[in-house]
């Protein structure tokens, strides 16, 4: 009987002591990020543009764009931030000779910068559907020649802008996705005399990452 006896609370004792182990070595799952983060890069195509204050004409080409962004959840896989971009970006400047920091038709570069608002819609485990409206102003600045000469109004320019974005995701965690998407946008810009229209579309192909941060549970 005491054999027996001693046996249980052995047995009772060891068991114990193993769940304490589990419970003590099981990791901590986290919960939902507070906010999450992205960066991509893509090509961006724009439209050329007509400007009434240097009186010129932006050919643009196409560069190389960067894209990060900075969103908190506002549940159902969507989230609401900010948004920036920024290029550099070659064109052919169409202005006068005898203008101030003008030239005839001549190869130069220039930023082109957006700060938007952002609601991007798409998440969950594996593949998904990603959806990105954006809103905000476009800013065209740092007009140079290939030698390094200024051209352009001088100050920069900023116009009213909206694109919106369609691609894939894939999910390797609650907390890293990458994704692939097709950005298409619309610039609005002053008037020009003579010009019919004061838009410009522009469009991006752009591959990046997303990242969750922070616990949403602390």
């Avoid at 196409?62 to 969507?78: F, T, V, Y």
């Avoid at 920036?84 to 910068?113: K, Q």
């Avoid at 969950?124 to 600045?141: C, E, K, P, R, Y």
């Avoid at 116009?159 to 995701?169: C, E, L, N, P, Q």
């Amino acid at each position: 009987m005491t054999r027996t006896f001693l046996v249980i609370v052995g047995l009772s004792l060891a068991g114990a002591e193993l769940a304490e182990a589990q419970i003590i070595e099981a990791p901590r799952s986290l919960g939902e990020p507070l906010a999450w983060t992205s960066l991509s890069i893509g090509w961006l195509r724009h439209q050329a543009l007509s400007d009434p204050e240097s009186g010129a004409q932006w050919d643009f080409g196409d560069a190389p764009q960067w894209r990060g962004s900075l969103e908190m959840p506002i549940g159902r896989g969507a989230t609401i931030g900010v948004a920036a971009t920024t290029a550099r970006v070659p064109l052919i400047y169409n202005g006068s000779l005898t203008g101030m920091n003008s030239c005839t038709r001549c190869d130069a570069d220039a930023n082109i910068t957006q700060y938007m608002g952002n609601v991007h819609i798409g998440g969950g485990g594996g593949f998904h559907q990603v959806i990105d409206l954006s809103a905000g102003m476009t800013v065209f600045s740092n007009f140079r020649r290939t030698d390094g000469s200024p051209l352009g109004p001088g100050p920069a320019v900023s116009d009213f802008s909206f694109a919106v974005g369609y691609g894939f995701g894939y999910s390797f965690s609650p907390r890293m996705q990458i994704m692939l998407l097709q950005d298409y946008g619309l610039v609005i810009h002053k008037r020009q005399s003579g010009q019919s229209t004061r838009t410009a579309q522009q469009s991006t192909l752009r591959v990046g990452g997303r990242f969750g941060l922070g616990d949403s549970r602390r």
